[in-house]
């Protein structure tokens, strides 16, 4: 092995060299006889010796460090993938959310327009009015009834009403107490209610129920309970 011209070792400005370059130089020089060969000293080859690995680790180092990056890299890109896809869904959800209310929205003004289809009230004169019903009278339909004749009674000084029963094939005990609540609270209202068209179906169901039935009265058309109001006008 031969020395180097200006070894590395032996140079003044290696004292004050920055140790990264120091040592680069140092672990570079593989022929010199003061770093690798026998009689280089034991304290040198140890410190060449480590300084390559910890090149070698450092190297390593730097190739995990740019795996981790990559990976990182596709992790970050995952996590914006997965939030746009959460945000999409969210915005999905409010969207069904907002078309599922609107459409029971809906739902519920068409059940409430039925409904007042359902329970008319017709005026036939200055103080009548009639309210004719077809099919099944339940709670819900009862209601609305009497809230429209309440205030038909409450609010035009009505005096007499006509609840028509004409197009009632048949009912049920319920039934007949909804027309019976209906029938007294226009009573408490000072209106007189008179009940045409009622079949024998419907008349042996009310006549079932604890009432006294000579507080109804009873006709057999609307015809027959217009003249009764304009004979009683004439009293």
Do not use: W
Not at 109 to 122: I, K
């Amino acid at each position: 092995m031969s020395r180097c011209a200006s070894c590395v070792l032996e140079r003044p400005e290696s004292m004050t060299a920055p140790v990264e370059a120091f040592l680069d130089e140092l672990a570079g020089c593989e022929a010199c006889p003061l770093v690798e060969g026998p009689d280089a000293p034991a304290a040198v080859r140890l410190l060449v010796h480590k300084h390559r690995e910890a090149l070698r680790l450092i190297r390593r180092l730097g190739s995990d460090a740019r795996k981790l990056r990559r990976e990182v890299d596709d992790l970050a890109q995952e996590a914006e993938r997965y939030e746009d896809r959460v945000a999409k869904l969210e915005s999905l959800h409010q969207t069904s959310t907002r078309e599922l209310e609107a459409q029971i929205e809906h739902s519920r003004a068409q059940e409430e327009a039925m409904r007042a289809m359902s329970a008319p009230v017709l005026r036939l004169g200055r103080d009548v009015v009639a309210l004719p019903l077809i099919g099944k009278v339940d709670r819900a339909r009862a209601d609305v009834l009497m809230g429209k004749l309440l205030d038909e009674i409450r609010d035009r000084s009505v005096r007499n009403a006509i609840l028509d029963l004409t197009g009632v094939a048949d009912i049920d005990a319920e039934t007949a107490d909804h027309l019976l609540r209906i029938l007294a609270a226009a009573r408490l209202l000072g209106a007189e209610v008179m009940v045409t068209g009622m079949r024998g179906e419907v008349a042996r169901t009310l006549v079932g129920l604890d009432f006294d039935p000579t507080r109804l009265v009873a006709l057999g058309t609307v015809e027959e309970a217009l003249r009764r109001c304009r004979s009683s006008r004439g009293r």
